[in-house]
C-alpha cells in the first residue's frame, strides 16, 4: 500500500511549527533537497523552501540569499528573512530555526568567523556578519516585528527551550577585507 504524504507525526516540529501545520505543502525537505534549493537559490534568485514554508503559512514569499560562510571549510546556506537597507546594501536575517531548541549552523558558523558572502540577484557580495547585542538586538526585532514578520512568533517558540532567536547582521566589505579560500 502507498503512502500519500508523510503525516505530521513524523514530520519534526520545526516542519510543523514554521508551516503551522499545514504540511502538506512541506515537498522539498532533507539534505538533497537543501542542496537542490541552494543550486536553485545562487543560479535563479528564488528559493523553492522558503515558497514552500510561505505558501504553508499562508504568508508572502520573503526574499532568500545564498549565504557562504567559513568556519572549518565553506558552507552555503539559503537564507530567508528581513532584508536590505537599499543604501548600504546592508542584510537582516533571524536564525530562527522555526523556533527550535538549537540555532541554525549557519548562525554557529558567523560567531566564530564573521567573514562571509552572499548570493543575491546573481550577484556575489562580500560582507562582514554579526549576531546583534543587546541594544541593537531591540532595535532590529522591533523593526522587524512592525513589519508583520512571524519572529515574535518564532521567539516565542524558541523561549520555551531557554533560546534568543539570534537576528544577524550582514554588511558589505571591500573585496580585499578577506580573500575567499
Known amino acids: 500500500m502507498m503512502r500519500p504524504w508523510p503525516s505530521a507525526p513524523r514530520l519534526t516540529r520545526r516542519f510543523r511549527y514554521s508551516s503551522r501545520g499545514n504540511t502538506r505543502w512541506i515537498i522539498l525537505k532533507g539534505s538533497r533537497g537543501r542542496a537542490f534549493d541552494r543550486a536553485l537559490t545562487r543560479y535563479l534568485g528564488f528559493s523553492f523552501i522558503t515558497w514552500q514554508y510561505a505558501?504553508?503559512?499562508?504568508v508572502g514569499y520573503r526574499s532568500t540569499l545564498l549565504l557562504t560562510d567559513h568556519r572549518k571549510a565553506q558552507r552555503q546556506a539559503a537564507?530567508?528573512?528581513?532584508?536590505?537597507?537599499?543604501?548600504r546594501r546592508s542584510f537582516r536575517r533571524r536564525g530562527s530555526n522555526g523556533g527550535g531548541p538549537k540555532d541554525p549552523d549557519w548562525v554557529w558558523n558567523v560567531r566564530a568567523n564573521g567573514s562571509a558572502w552572499v548570493h543575491v540577484k546573481r550577484h556575489e557580495i562580500p560582507v562582514r556578519a554579526h549576531v546583534a547585542d543587546d541594544s541593537e538586538y531591540e532595535r532590529l526585532f522591533a523593526m522587524i516585528a512592525a513589519k508583520g514578520d512571524s519572529l515574535p512568533?518564532?521567539?516565542q517558540r524558541a523561549s520555551q527551550f531557554g533560546r534568543t532567536v539570534p537576528l544577524v547582521v550582514l554588511e558589505p566589505r571591500s573585496q580585499s577585507d578577506g580573500v575567499r579560500s
Do not use: L
Open 153 to 155: 512568533r518564532y521567539q
Open 55 to 58: 505558501k504553508a503559512a499562508g
Open 79 to 87: 537564507v530567508a528573512g528581513t532584508s536590505v537597507s537599499p543604501r
